[in-house]
């Protein structure tokens, strides 16, 4: 799978790294809902950072089609409320 993270760049990412992103996301769907700023700052670090350290980063001539975009590492927990606001559907 291909993942872009939004001003840094793209990642390949496979096997168990995938299984543990997709727990860590559940858990950051679920700060944003809960407006949990804390929670939210810690997640989005893991996300990133088991990205960073399992992805194998793609040289900028190896542009693909990415199948996740995830906002900047700095995007704060309201920007993330909107950009993720119809999923689920409960974060509006």
Do not use: C, H, W
């Amino acid at each position: 799978m291909i993942i872009r993270i939004a001003t840094e760049g793209q990642y390949e990412l496979s096997g168990e790294a995938l299984a543990r992103l997709d727990e860590i996301d559940n858990e950051l769907l679920e700060a944003i809902a809960a407006d949990d700023a804390d929670a939210y700052q810690a997640k989005f670090a893991a996300v990133l950072e088991l990205i960073r350290r399992q992805g194998r980063p793609l040289a900028p001539s190896e542009l693909k089609e990415s199948d996740i975009v995830l906002p900047a590492p700095d995007t704060t927990l309201a920007e993330a409320k909107r950009l993720f606001a119809a999923y689920p559907a409960d974060l509006t």
